[in-house]
């Protein structure tokens, strides 16, 4: 998935709003004024980081290499 089909893909979920309150590095995607998606499309290789379930999140990591916890 390119960044174009992700950012697709988000704005077509219900009630979705898209903004940059982080400056021009992050795209943010909110869903009742709360954050479920940061994309950071700069860089080698872009980076999303998604809100998920803590255990899930675990699972997740497990499963793929590609998956790495969020910078906090």
Known sequence: ???EQLRDYC???PHVDEGMPF???YIVYKVA????????PD????RLSLKCDPDW???LRASYTAIIPGYH
């Open 57 to 59: 999140a675990e699972e």
């Open 23 to 25: 400056g021009e590095d």
């Open 1 to 3: 998935m390119n960044i």
């Open 33 to 40: 004024g709360r954050i479920f998606a940061i994309l950071m």
């Open 43 to 46: 860089g080698a290789a872009p």
């Open 11 to 13: 704005l077509a979920l």
